[in-house]
């Protein structure tokens, strides 16, 4: 019961009393007093403020906490209407919860509002409203007690804000980033990071780390984890794998560190992710190239050079010791004009420096560097300009090479190159000498043998009745001998005119020298009932004369060195690369193939006299003429069946 109806039915019961009614009343309004005492006391003293309401809303008493926490006087409060003292916002908020306490619908009020303190200021306040009915249940007042959170409540703004800067920050953020619980999944993590591991968030979360790590790279992590969480090291980093979702790839700098509760205990892991593919691709790629380099430079007879931009050497590689056995030091901080090279001369380095000086590349700049140890080696050098990444010159790089061998064998052909060229002129000059020789000896030859030839035929005629039967015999071998002798004179002349006699090489069409040939062999053709064919001829450069002669002599021993059946003789002419390549095919008696490059020699005849005529120089001089216009000849036979005689002439453009 309320204590100030307590009271008043005390007092009303004071009226008609028996002495020991007063001494219990006495009693009791002692009590009262004390316990009145007590509740004004205990509602000064509360730490909450507290204040009796009116059904009209108005405060009836208020405590001494809930005018600071107002900034009004007890007295400019009492009388106040609450809703004057809420805020414009909160006015209104409790209107329905306070019918219903009132009407006994709940018991208790608790909301949380704004009311404005007399400088103008908010306050927070949690207030708690419960209703005094008197005995028959009909509302009273209402006791109201209300606690400053105006600190709670901001401390809550300031961390619903830092929560949402806390969630821009993790979203935005270019690294992945995920917080692991300590069974090691995902329990948050941010859209960079399911685009670096290639999950979606629904599928990371719950996963563990480990589970897309790759296999090689699964324990790195273990030993940095346990002595991060034993409190040895605060943050783990360290790189490595992981398979995304699509199989691929991907190289992560992995950051963790590890949040503890208030107690100090392990409580989730941070970890931050960035991808880092990219990187190790290019740190690859670096490391190749210079593992190329390396291996390069290794495997390479070469050497490789650095020259700073005063043209001081730099640096050498080893190779240039090893290769020439010069000191690579003695080099160093030189340039390269401040050593001796025998093979250049002050004009030369002249050039080569100026060369430097306009940073041009320069190719096989070839230096005869004396050597200590004795003799000299061979140099050459290579070398483009270096610049940096501004474009300013900083000097030259380059190979150099030892060719001291190849140096020494250009001069072994040189010098073999001359003296062949020097026998090949002997060569000539004696075969002249021979051509001459033949010429003139066989010249000369050919009157003394008239003379043998005429007068024995003179003897022959005159005194043939009167010599005896071997005599005249005799005289027959005499005279056939001379004729022999005269056929062998008048070939070997033929032989030595084609290079003594031969004429300049003029545009002939081989039809010409074709045509001449069956001339002079006109009576041997139809005799042998012969046919001969050709195809259109080319013109070419040559000695109409002398290319007579060779279709004469191949003809003709098509005629002779027939078989059983008439000779069929076919000139072909086939157009090659820069050369004519002309046939002379017949249907004779063939020649074995170990003989096809005798018969082209002088005197080379496989045949005795008896069987066929002739004095095996024919071929000889085809062979000679052939030669003479820069051609080939040679043969192509199956015994019985024919031959066929082949020569080219070189080609010639005809406007
Ligand atoms: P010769 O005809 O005066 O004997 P050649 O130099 O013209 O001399 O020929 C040399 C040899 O080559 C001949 O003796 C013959 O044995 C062989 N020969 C040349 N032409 C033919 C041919 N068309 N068929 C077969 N053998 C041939």
Redesign the pocket.
């Known amino acids: 019961m309320p204590r100030a109806k307590q009271l008043q039915r005390a007092r009303g019961k004071d009226e008609a009393a028996s002495p020991l009614d007063v001494t219990r009343r006495r009693n009791v309004q002692a009590a009262l007093r004390d316990s009145e005492e007590r509740y004004r006391r205990t509602f000064e003293l509360a730490g909450s403020g507290l204040a009796q309401v009116d059904l009209d809303g108005r405060f009836m008493r208020v405590n001494h906490r809930l005018c600071e926490m107002f900034g009004y006087s007890e007295a400019e409060l009492v009388g106040m209407s609450v809703k004057d003292l809420s805020h414009p916002e909160d006015r209104d908020a409790v209107d329905e919860r306070r019918r219903k306490l009132i009407a006994g619908e709940v018991n208790t009020l608790h909301a949380e509002k704004r009311y404005l303190r007399k400088d103008g200021s908010t306050v927070w306040v949690h207030v708690a409203i419960a209703m005094e009915r008197d005995a028959s249940g009909e509302p009273l007042y209402a006791i109201s007690v209300l606690d400053d959170i105006t600190a709670r409540k901001h401390a809550e703004q300031a961390l619903r804000e830092s929560e949402a800067r806390y969630r821009s920050t993790f979203e935005l953020a270019g690294s992945g980033i995920g917080h692991i619980g300590l069974d090691r999944k995902f329990i948050r993590v941010n859209r960079r990071l399911c685009e670096i591991l290639g999950y979606p968030e629904h599928e990371l979360i719950g996963m563990t780390g480990r589970q897309i790590s790759h296999p090689e790279d699964l324990e790195v992590i273990d030993t940095q984890r346990k002595r991060l969480y034993a409190g040895e090291i605060d943050h783990v980093h360290l790189e490595k794998r992981y398979l995304r979702k699509d199989g691929s790839t991907v190289w992560v700098a992995f950051s963790m560190v590890l949040e503890r509760d208030a107690e100090g205990r392990p409580a989730y892991e941070i970890a931050i992710f960035d991808d880092i593919t990219e990187r190790k691709r290019a740190e690859r790629a670096v490391r190749e190239s210079e593992e190329r380099f390396r291996s390069l430079t290794q495997l390479s007879s070469d050497w490789y050079w650095e020259q700073d931009e005063t043209f001081a050497l730099r640096f050498m590689s080893q190779r240039m010791g090893e290769k020439t056995g010069l000191a690579a030091s003695a080099f160093i901080g030189r340039k390269r004009w401040d050593q001796p090279a025998l093979n250049l001369s002050d004009e030369d380095w002249a050039r080569h420096r100026a060369q430097l000086e306009r940073h041009e590349p320069f190719r096989d700049f070839e230096m005869e560097r004396p050597n200590p140890a004795g003799g000299t080696r061979w140099v050459s050098v290579t070398g483009e300009p270096v610049t940096d990444e501004n474009g300013k010159f900083r000097g030259y790089r380059g190979v150099g090479s030892d060719v001291t061998e190849r140096k020494r064998a250009e001069a072994d052909l040189r010098r073999a190159h001359d003296e062949l060229a020097k026998k090949a002129e002997e060569l000539q000059r004696s075969n002249a000498e021979l051509e001459q020789f033949a010429y003139v000896a066989s010249h000369d030859l050919q009157e003394p043998l008239r003379m043998v030839s005429s007068y024995t035929q003179l003897l022959a005629k005159r005194y043939k009745d009167q010599l005896p039967a071997d005599a005249q015999e005799f005289m027959h071998f005499t005279v056939d001998g001379a004729a022999r002798m005269k056929q062998l004179i008048e070939d070997l002349l033929a032989y030595s005119r084609v290079g003594t006699k031969g004429r300049e090489l003029l545009p002939v069409s081989l039809e010409a020298p074709l045509k001449r040939a069956l001339t002079n062999l006109r009576a041997a053709i139809p005799e042998s009932g012969a046919s001969v064919t050709s195809d259109a001829l080319p013109t070419v450069d040559a000695d109409e004369v002398q290319l007579a002669q060779v279709f004469q002599?191949?003809i003709g021993?098509?005629l002779?060195?027939r078989g059983k059946e008439a000779p069929r003789i076919h000139v072909g002419a086939l157009e090659e690369a820069g050369e004519w390549h002309v046939s002379i095919a017949?249907n004779?008696?063939?020649?074995e193939p170990q003989?096809f490059d005798r018969?082209?020699m002088l005197f080379?005849?496989?045949?005795a006299m008896g069987e066929?005529p002739?004095?095996?120089?024919?071929?000889?001089i085809c062979k000679k003429v052939a030669e003479r216009h820069g051609g080939r000849i040679w043969v192509t036979?199956t015994p019985g069946a024919g031959?066929t005689?082949h020569f080219t002439l070189r080609k010639k453009e005809f406007p």
């Not at 080379?604 to 045949?607: I, K, S, V």
């Not at 002739?614 to 000889?620: E, F, M, Y």
Request: a positive charge.
């Open positions: 002599n191949l021993n098509a002779k060195f017949d004779g008696i063939g020649i003989y018969i082209f080379q005849r496989l045949h066929y002739g004095t095996g120089i024919g071929l000889a036979s031959s005689f």
